[in-house]
C-alpha cells in the first residue's frame, strides 16, 4: 500500500539552531512532494514543494532534500526562531492518473523551539 | 476575501443529527479539496471539485458523506446520521489551478466537529 510517514513524532531544538525534519515515503510512482506547517487551530500553510526530477530546492531559511533512491525526503530549518514551533507535515502526490489528484500527508512532526 | 473561509469554525452535534459545514474558497479558484484530520493525524482526502464538477469522491467514508459546489464557488459538505466517529477537523483547501502542474493548495482553518 501506499504510506508516507515521519521518523519522529516529535522535535526540540533550541531557538537559533538548524532542525531537519524527515519523512520516508513508500511509493515510488509519486512525482511531487510537499512540506507543510501547521500552527495550532490553523490549516496547514505551504512551505516548500519538490518534484521528483531535482534532489534539492531551497527557500528562505528551509531546504527540501529528495533522496529517491531510499525513498526519503527531508525538511531543513536554518535559524530557528519561536515562530517555527509547529507541526509539520510532508505530502506526496502520484503521477497524474485519472482521479488521483489527492496528497497523501504523512502524520506529522511537532517541532518545539526552546529559547 | 482574503483567504479561506470556513464556517462554523466549531460544530457540536448529537449523534444521529445532520450537519452542514461551509467552504468559501479564495475567489477564482478553480479546484477545491475537503480533507478530514483525526487528532494528531495528518489530514485525508475526501473529495476534489473543479469549477462545480466533483471529480473524485473516493475519499468519502460513506454514504452519509455529501459534498455539492453547485455554482463553482461555495462548497458544502453535509454528513447525515453523525456518529462518534466522524469527530474531526473538516479542512477546505482551493487552488487557483486544475492541479495539474501546480499542486499549491490554500487551506482554511477547519471546521472542528464533535459528535458527542
Known amino acids: 500500500g501506499e504510506s508516507v510517514g515521519l521518523h519522529l513524532p516529535t522535535l526540540s531544538v533550541q531557538e537559533g539552531d538548524n532542525s531537519i525534519i524527515n519523512c520516508a515515503y513508500s511509493?515510488?510512482?509519486?512525482?511531487?512532494f510537499i512540506w507543510y506547517k501547521q500552527e495550532s487551530g490553523k490549516g496547514p500553510q505551504f512551505i516548500i514543494d519538490i518534484r521528483s526530477n531535482m534532489d534539492k530546492r531551497q527557500g528562505q531559511r528551509v531546504t527540501v532534500l529528495l533522496n529517491k533512491t531510499v525513498k526519503h525526503l527531508s525538511l531543513q530549518i536554518a535559524a530557528t526562531q519561536p515562530g517555527d514551533s509547529a507541526v509539520y507535515f510532508c505530502a506526496e502526490k502520484k503521477k497524474r492518473i485519472q482521479g488521483a489528484q489527492k496528497l497523501v500527508f504523512g502524520q506529522g512532526t511537532r517541532l518545539t523551539i526552546n529559547p | 476575501g482574503a483567504g479561506v473561509s470556513q464556517s462554523p469554525r466549531y460544530k457540536v452535534a448529537k449523534r444521529g443529527q445532520d450537519v452542514a459545514l461551509r467552504c468559501d474558497p479564495i475567489?477564482?479558484?478553480?479546484?477545491l479539496f475537503w480533507y478530514q484530520q483525526a487528532l494528531g493525524q495528518g489530514p485525508e482526502f475526501l473529495t476534489y471539485f473543479q469549477n462545480e464538477a466533483q471529480l473524485d469522491k473516493s475519499g468519502l467514508p460513506s454514504d452519509r458523506f455529501f459534498a455539492e459546489r453547485p455554482e463553482g464557488s461555495v462548497s458544502t459538505l453535509k454528513i447525515q446520521r453523525t456518529q462518534q466517529e466522524d469527530s474531526a477537523v473538516y479542512l477546505c483547501?482551493?487552488?487557483?489551478?486544475?492541479?495539474?502542474?501546480?499542486?499549491?493548495?490554500?487551506f482554511g482553518s477547519g471546521t472542528q466537529l464533535s459528535v458527542l
Open positions: 483547501a482551493s487552488s487557483p489551478t486544475r492541479t495539474t502542474t501546480n499542486e499549491k493548495l490554500f
Open positions: 511509493n515510488s510512482a509519486s512525482d511531487y
Open positions: 475567489s477564482g479558484h478553480v479546484s
